[in-house]
C-alpha cells in the first residue's frame, strides 16, 4: 500500500466500516514518535489538546475521567512515562506540520485505494497515546475509521460490537447530540488484538473497544479519517435523537431514502436558523 503502511486491499474494502482487520507498519524507531520528540510535542501543544488519565480507570466509565487541559508540565510527564501511572492523549498533532506530512502520508494511498466509497476521505485527524503500564482505557467508541498502530510497549485491543442494534442506535444518536463516547455496557464478545511495535489494527467506525496494557509504557499512533457518509449519518442520528424527544420512534438511517431525505432537509432548515440567530444576537451586543 505504501512504505509505511500494509495493508491487504481487498480485505480492507471487503470490512469497511464492518470489522477489524490486522495491519502492519513501518514506524518503529521513527524520529517523530520518540518519547523526547513526543514531549518536545506535548510542550508545543495547546492546553486543551492535551488528556490525562490514571491508568486504574474502571473499564465501565460512561461519564469519562478527566477532561482535557489542564495539565501542568506535559513534556516532563510523556518523557517520564514510565513511572507516572498515567495515560496521556496528545489529540490533533496534525495541527503541527511535521506530523500532518507523516499523517498524509501514511492515508494518502488508503484514499486512492477507497477512491468515492462511503463519499470518499475526508477529515483526516491524528492523535498519539502515551500509557503507563497497566493501563486501562474504558469501553467507547469512535465515530471515526482509525489504524491504531502500536509504535512501542505491548496493548490489548478488544473489539466488540453492539448487543442489539436498538442499542447500538441508542447510543450514536446520544454521542451525536452531544454526549460522551464512553459507552454504559460491556460487549458480550470481543475479538483481541494483542498489538506490539510494528501491528496494528484496523478499527472500524462506532465499534466498541477498550484497551489494557500490562508489563511496559506504551506509545501507539492513532490515525483516523471521517467519510462524507459517516458525516451524513451522524446528522441523521441527531435529527433521530431529537425526534426520540418528542416522543416519537425514528427508524435508523438507511432504512429510507426518502424518509432520510426529510430528515436531512429538517437538518440543514434548523442549523440555518440556528445560525442565523447567532448572528442576529452578536449584531446586537454592546
Request: glycine letters at 10%.
Amino acid at each position: 500500500m505504501s512504505s509505511l503502511l500494509d495493508i491487504d486491499p481487498q480485505e480492507f474494502l471487503s470490512g469497511l466500516g464492518r470489522r477489524p482487520l490486522w495491519v502492519s507498519h513501518h514506524l518503529v524507531g521513527h524520529p517523530l514518535l520518540s518519547l523526547k520528540a513526543l514531549g518536545g510535542l506535548a510542550d508545543s501543544m495547546r492546553p486543551e489538546r492535551i488528556e490525562r488519565q490514571r491508568t486504574d480507570l474502571d473499564l465501565v466509565l460512561p461519564g469519562g475521567g478527566n477532561s482535557r487541559g489542564g495539565v501542568e508540565s506535559p513534556g516532563d510527564l510523556v518523557r517520564g512515562i514510565e513511572t507516572s501511572n498515567s495515560w496521556v492523549v496528545l489529540w490533533n498533532v496534525e495541527n503541527d506540520p511535521r506530523y500532518k506530512a507523516l499523517l498524509d502520508e501514511i492515508l494518502d494511498p488508503i484514499a486512492a485505494l477507497l477512491g468515492d466509497r462511503e463519499g470518499g476521505m475526508c477529515r483526516r485527524e491524528a492523535f498519539i497515546f502515551v500509557s503507563s503500564a497497566a493501563s486501562i482505557t474504558p469501553v467507547h467508541f469512535d465515530p471515526e475509521h482509525n489504524f491504531l498502530l502500536q509504535i512501542d510497549g505491548v496493548k490489548q485491543m478488544h473489539i466488540g460490537q453492539f448487543a442489539t442494534a436498538t442499542k447500538g442506535q441508542r447510543e450514536l444518536e446520544r454521542y451525536y447530540s452531544g454526549g460522551h463516547r464512553n459507552i454504559e455496557h460491556m460487549p458480550e464478545e470481543a475479538d483481541v488484538f494483542g498489538l506490539e511495535p510494528g501491528r496494528g489494527v484496523y478499527v472500524p467506525s462506532h465499534a466498541p473497544h477498550w484497551v489494557t496494557n500490562e508489563g511496559l509504557a506504551c506509545v501507539s499512533l492513532s490515525i483516523t479519517f471521517h467519510t462524507r457518509e459517516i458525516l451524513r449519518r451522524g446528522n441523521l442520528h441527531i435529527i433521530n435523537y431529537h425526534l426520540r424527544r418528542l416522543g416519537l420512534s425514528p427508524s435508523p438511517p438507511d432504512r429510507s431514502k426518502v424518509v432520510d431525505a426529510v430528515k436531512l432537509a429538517i437538518h440543514r432548515v434548523a442549523r440555518t436558523a440556528r445560525n442565523l440567530r447567532k448572528r442576529i444576537a452578536e449584531s446586537r451586543r454592546p
